[in-house]
T-cell receptor, first 114, second 114 residues
């Protein structure tokens, strides 16, 4: 059974710091991995989607990497800003035929302090 | 372009009452999903739909029913609410893109059952 773990559960950093959020999964047979952002009381916003054949994806100050063999993904946030404060969730999909079903981590709650 | 909208935003029910949550999307997406989010449990898929007139069970379907009579709407019904159904409910929709299905989320409905 696929399980997704995110460490740490919470993180507090000063503004301007570069940081890394971690996501690990137990079954390497994934189709893709997605990173989402959730603001308090709000829905989720998709940040990056990495296909299983890819090693990384970039969007602005965000870079997500994927290492299927070790069951790991990292989300790198460069030059963090207070506006980056949110909960970051990762989710994996199992296979191409069933990839509409995502398995979710519990998230990392990030606070960026001015 | 409103994206994914959900009504209502908040609701308090008494045990045994029924209600329907409405999700609407204006992106012409084929796939739609209902999730619930509980502290310490992460997001769990309740039901989903791969097209107008179709529905399928997710991880936690018991106590819920759904309908997709129109492509843009996905309804979640609780026939006899129970305190265990107190949660935040999220609707999402997705389209097919190379490498997977990027999901777009609504703002959520906070439901309390007393």
């Amino acid at each position: 059974k696929q399980e997704v773990t995110q460490i740490p559960a919470a993180l507090s950093v000063p503004e301007g710091e570069n940081l890394v959020l971690n996501c690990s999964f137990t079954d390497s047979a994934i189709y893709n991995l997605q990173w989402f952002r959730q603001d308090p009381g709000k829905g989720l916003t998709s940040l990056l989607l990495i296909q299983s054949s890819q090693r990384e994806q970039t969007s602005g100050r965000l870079n997500a990497s994927l290492d299927k063999s070790s069951g790991r993904s990292t989300l790198y946030i460069a030059a963090s800003q207070p506006g980056d404060s949110a909960t970051y969730l990762c989710a994996v999909s199992r296979d191409a035929g069933n990839n509409r079903k995502l398995i979710w981590g519990l998230g990392t709650s990030l606070a960026v302090n001015p | 372009n409103a994206g994914v909208t959900q009504t209502p935003k908040f609701r308090v029910l008494k045990t045994g009452q029924s209600m329907t949550l409405l999700c609407a999307q204006d992106m012409n997406h084929e796939y739609m999903y209902w999730y619930r989010q509980d502290p310490g449990m992460g997001l769990r898929l309740i039901h989903y739909s791969v097209g107008e007139g179709t529905t399928a069970k997710g991880e936690v379907p018991d106590g819920y029913n759904v309908s997709r009579l129109k492509k843009q709407n996905f309804l979640l019904g609780l026939e006899s609410a129970a305190p265990s159904q107190t949660s935040v409910y999220f609707c999402a929709s997705s389209y097919s893109r190379q490498g997977g299905y990027e999901q777009y989320f609504g703002p959520g409905t906070r439901l309390t059952v007393t």
